[in-house]
């Protein structure tokens, strides 16, 4: 998890050494790799899909203090959020599997 971490923060352009947030880049790296489980309907991912489930934990953290809207304005500006994983996010995602019958 250091290795997420450390490219989280580089993203987000806080220090590798500054920790006074970790508890919150784990929340959302723990909600990204959840939401895309559910997404792709797996139990795990493989690694190499590891910088998109950071990419979409940064636009989580970024995008924290607008969840819910769909729309936004002030103003003249106006900002339209997607619903759901972004498509940027989903393309690089592998796509979801279907799960027939019970087990």
């Given at each position: ?48 899909y590891d910088d998109v489930m950071v990419d979409y934990a ?46």
């Amino acid at each position: 998890m250091s290795e997420l971490m450390n490219l989280m923060k580089r993203l987000l352009s806080m220090e590798p050494t500054d920790i006074s947030r970790d508890d919150i880049l784990i929340h959302y790296l723990n909600k990204a790799r959840s939401n895309i489980f559910g997404y792709c309907n797996v139990a795990i991912l493989p690694v190499e899909y590891d910088d998109v489930m950071v990419d979409y934990a940064v636009y989580l953290f970024k995008n924290r203090d607008s969840v819910g809207f769909i729309n936004k304005q002030e103003g003249e500006r106006s900002a339209t959020y997607e619903s759901g994983i972004p498509e940027s996010i989903r393309l690089a995602l592998p796509l979801p599997k279907i799960k027939v019958g019970t087990d």
